[in-house]
């Protein structure tokens, strides 16, 4: 789980860079799985929160006058919601990227997804949302296999949906955004502006959902600003709920990506032995993930990709992927290899998201 083409799907991409996501911390007619994971299995304990201070208060007034008179909304209401938010220290520091010199660790990333818990809930998801999972696929173009795995890799099916009130999460990072990294709150100031207009939509009281510290929600793990302009009424019953519809998170995972490039039966990813000269390796380095290469280029820097690889007619990147103090490992990506890193730019996310792909496809 974005605005535009300029801001990925999920919480841990709207504000981490693709190394902070490689270290950080683990944080969605035919009734088939209708509302197979709508919740936590254990109540939530609200997180500590505390008052806002007067400034962000006073700010609390000026972004409530801008969004009603935008929106055509009542500032009564607007305030009422804010009125509501609470200040989470928590959120501050949990925002802020991981300390330097941690190394990042492909082989770790993957085992923490690629793991046969997340498999056999893979699987049960899979069976009990094949309905929608092969519409998503005739409609969208994206197969089951990855849309199971990034709600997998997102949420464990549900099991991990975030224990912070969204409104508190976003309004701490709109009116109150740590010092120390790049200033993401006029971002939030969007995500909160978006999740309170959700909320009106959809007759949602703004101090229910629970989400990530950044304020991520449901199965899938929409940023609000994704859910209202991705966000698909899969199920017919006239509400978007990545919370609780398994089939809306389901076909709005596979519209997000059909609407960021993904290619109806184009693989993913190839396997790639780099070129032996560094320069050569690093030509094809150059542009980091976005597909640029053909097959012949690739060759002709002294790549070697997989039999599988060689009828590929479109771009491709090759990928590196550190594993600590071993030698990288090295991926040729495709489009839809991009495409997945619009919902997290992280080239370890994109290839946990395939790798439990193919090991779900496997094991079935």
């Given at each position: 789980?974005?605005?535009?083409?300029?801001?990925?799907?999920?919480?841990?991409?709207?504000?981490?860079?693709?190394?902070?996501?490689?270290?950080?911390r683990?944080?969605?007619?035919?009734?088939?799985?209708?509302?197979?994971?709508?919740?936590?299995?254990?109540?939530?304990?609200?997180?500590?929160?505390?008052?806002?201070?007067?400034?962000?208060?006073?700010?609390?007034g000026?972004?409530?006058?801008?969004?009603?008179?935008?929106?055509?909304?009542?500032?009564?209401?607007?305030?009422?919601?804010?009125?509501?938010?609470?200040?989470?220290?928590?959120?501050?520091?949990?925002?802020?990227?991981?300390p330097?010199?941690?190394?990042?660790?492909?082989?770790?990333?993957?085992?923490?997804?690629?793991?046969?818990?997340?498999?056999?809930?893979?699987?049960?998801?899979?069976?009990?949302?094949?309905?929608?999972?092969?519409?998503?696929?005739?409609?969208?173009?994206?197969?089951?296999?990855?849309?199971?795995?990034?709600?997998?890799?997102?949420?464990?099916?549900?099991?991990?949906?975030?224990?912070?009130?969204?409104?508190?999460?976003?309004?701490?990072?709109?009116?109150?955004?740590?010092?120390?990294?790049?200033d993401?709150?006029?971002?939030?100031?969007?995500?909160?502006?978006?999740?309170?207009?959700?909320?009106?939509?959809?007759?949602?009281?703004?101090?229910?959902?629970?989400?990530?510290?950044?304020?991520?929600?449901?199965?899938?793990?929409?940023?609000?600003?994704?859910?209202?302009?991705?966000?698909?009424?899969?199920d017919?019953?006239?509400?978007?709920?990545?919370?609780?519809?398994?089939a809306?998170?389901?076909?709005?995972?596979?519209?997000?990506?059909?609407?960021?490039?993904?290619?109806?039966?184009?693989?993913?990813?190839?396997?790639?032995?780099?070129?032996?000269?560094?320069?050569?390796?690093?030509?094809l380095?150059?542009?980091?993930?976005?597909?640029?290469?053909?097959?012949?280029?690739?060759?002709?820097?002294?790549?070697?990709?997989?039999?599988?690889?060689?009828?590929?007619e479109?771009?491709?990147?090759?990928?590196?992927?550190?594993?600590?103090?071993?030698?990288?490992?090295?991926?040729?990506?495709?489009?839809?290899?991009?495409?997945?890193?619009?919902?997290?730019?992280?080239?370890?996310?994109?290839?946990?998201?395939?790798?439990?792909?193919?090991?779900?496809?496997?094991?079935?």
């Amino acid at each position: 789980m974005a605005v535009g083409s300029a801001t990925p799907a999920c919480a841990a991409a709207a504000f981490a860079d693709a190394s902070a996501v490689a270290t950080a911390r683990t944080p969605r007619g035919n009734e088939v799985g209708r509302r197979t994971a709508a919740r936590p299995r254990h109540a939530v304990r609200h997180p500590d929160g505390t008052p806002f201070a007067r400034p962000q208060r006073a700010a609390f007034g000026a972004f409530a006058a801008e969004l009603a008179a935008r929106e055509a909304l009542p500032v009564d209401w607007v305030l009422a919601q804010l009125g509501k938010a609470q200040h989470v220290a928590a959120v501050r520091r949990l925002v802020m990227p991981p300390p330097p010199g941690q190394p990042k660790n492909w082989q770790a990333y993957r085992e923490r997804f690629v793991e046969r818990g997340r498999i056999d809930a893979g699987l049960a998801f899979w069976r009990e949302n094949a309905h929608w999972l092969e519409r998503a696929e005739a409609e969208y173009g994206v197969p089951p296999q990855i849309v199971v795995a990034i709600i997998g890799v997102e949420t464990y099916y549900g099991r991990l949906v975030g224990r912070f009130r969204v409104l508190d999460a976003l309004a701490t990072l709109a009116f109150d955004f740590p010092p120390g990294r790049s200033d993401r709150s006029a971002f939030f100031r969007g995500e909160l502006e978006a999740f309170l207009l959700w909320c009106r939509s959809e007759g949602v009281d703004a101090a229910e959902p629970r989400g990530s510290y950044a304020g991520a929600i449901g199965l899938p793990q929409f940023m609000p600003s994704s859910t209202r302009q991705y966000g698909v009424d899969f199920d017919g019953d006239g509400h978007v709920d990545l919370r609780g519809s398994a089939a809306d998170a389901i076909g709005s995972v596979a519209r997000y990506l059909a609407h960021f490039g993904w290619q109806r039966g184009l693989p993913a990813a190839y396997e790639v032995e780099p070129p032996d000269l560094p320069a050569e390796r690093a030509s094809l380095l150059a542009s980091d993930i976005v597909p640029r290469f053909s097959v012949a280029e690739f060759a002709a820097h002294g790549a070697r990709l997989a039999a599988s690889a060689q009828a590929h007619e479109g771009p491709l990147a090759l990928v590196e992927l550190d594993n600590g103090g071993a030698a990288p490992s090295y991926y040729a990506g495709s489009t839809n290899f991009y495409a997945i890193t619009r919902y997290n730019w992280s080239s370890y996310y994109a290839m946990a998201v395939i790798a439990l792909a193919q090991a779900l496809e496997r094991a079935r």
